[in-house]
């Protein structure tokens, strides 16, 4: 029964660390450091991909595993890769039964004295966003009990991810929207004082604003704060051709 109090108070705490603001380095160099704790692997890391599906190393149990990982994406193969292009678990798998499924991988790890590994996705329904990779100093393979609280490890993590990555990108959004209103009052403000020195209507004086700005390859906010600052060459009202 200890073992699975530890279980949920590990589940408990990753939950506890989902705050707006949370470290996803540290939630998921934690998820390694869990895996090596609870389910009797040697060492553990996660990979994450980018927006353009790019994976990279993002946390590690271990510095033979740090080196193992980036050696794992130097080589383009080894069971975190496939478990990420598969979207499937992988493993466990014996590193000294040949033909090795992972020729450059099986050689690295065997030399860092790994002898299985498994890997599983951190994927969220149909969404693959990286993968955890589980290695073991010994051929027996990663009991199925271990898999499987792996598996709610990595699914939590997968989750907190997404939460994240959409709080950041609503922030973002409205930062977006907040910045085109306020950039809209200052050009409002541009086109009353262009209008009034060139002394033309509010729509020519617009026209002459953004075509000031194309010219001179500037942004449009960027040159009507400049009238409204009274900063701007005396150019952008002229009209075309003035």
């Given at each position: 029964?200890?073992r699975e109090?530890?279980v949920?108070?590990s589940?408990?705490?990753m939950?506890?660390?989902l705050v707006?603001?949370?470290?996803?380095?540290?939630?998921?160099t934690?998820?390694a450091d869990?895996?090596v704790?609870?389910?009797?692997?040697?060492?553990?890391?996660?990979?994450?991909?980018?927006?353009?599906?790019k994976?990279?190393?993002?946390a590690?149990s271990?510095?033979?595993?740090?080196l193992?990982?980036?050696f794992?994406?130097?080589?383009?193969?080894?069971?975190c890769?496939?478990?990420?292009?598969?979207?499937?678990?992988?493993?466990p798998e014996?590193?000294?039964v040949g033909?090795?499924?992972?020729p450059?991988?099986?050689a690295?790890?065997?030399?860092?004295?790994?002898?299985?590994?498994s890997?599983?996705?951190?994927?969220?329904?149909?969404?693959?966003?990286?993968?955890?990779?589980?290695?073991?100093?010994?051929?027996a393979?990663?009991?199925?009990?271990?898999?499987i609280?792996?598996?709610a490890?990595a699914d939590?993590?997968?989750?907190?991810?997404v939460?994240?990555?959409?709080?950041?990108e609503?922030?973002?959004?409205?930062?977006?929207l907040?910045?085109?209103?306020?950039?809209r009052?200052?050009?409002?403000?541009?086109?009353?004082?262009?209008a009034?020195?060139?002394?033309?209507?509010?729509?020519?004086?617009f026209s002459r604003?953004?075509?000031y700005?194309?010219h001179h390859?500037?942004?449009?906010?960027?040159?009507?704060?400049?009238?409204?600052?009274?900063t701007?060459?005396?150019?952008a009202w002229?009209?075309?051709?003035?």
């Amino acid at each position: 029964m200890a073992r699975e109090a530890d279980v949920v108070r590990s589940l408990v705490e990753m939950a506890n660390t989902l705050v707006d603001d949370f470290d996803v380095v540290d939630l998921l160099t934690g998820l390694a450091d869990r895996c090596v704790s609870l389910l009797g692997v040697s060492a553990a890391g996660v990979m994450l991909a980018s927006p353009a599906g790019k994976l990279g190393l993002v946390a590690s149990s271990s510095e033979a595993m740090r080196l193992l990982e980036l050696f794992e994406l130097q080589a383009q193969e080894g069971p975190c890769l496939d478990a990420f292009r598969t979207g499937e678990r992988v493993g466990p798998e014996n590193l000294e039964v040949g033909p090795p499924r992972w020729p450059l991988f099986c050689a690295a790890a065997y030399t860092a004295g790994f002898r299985s590994a498994s890997a599983l996705p951190l994927r969220l329904r149909d969404t693959t966003l990286g993968a955890l990779n589980l290695l073991s100093a010994t051929a027996a393979p990663v009991a199925e009990a271990d898999l499987i609280v792996a598996r709610a490890f990595a699914d939590l993590a997968a989750l907190s991810i997404v939460q994240h990555r959409a709080s950041a990108e609503a922030q973002r959004l409205n930062e977006q929207l907040s910045g085109a209103l306020t950039s809209r009052i200052v050009i409002e403000q541009a086109k009353g004082v262009i209008a009034e020195r060139a002394g033309a209507p509010l729509t020519e004086a617009f026209s002459r604003l953004r075509a000031y700005a194309r010219h001179h390859n500037r942004r449009l906010t960027e040159v009507a704060q400049a009238a409204v600052d009274g900063t701007l060459d005396p150019q952008a009202w002229t009209p075309p051709g003035g």
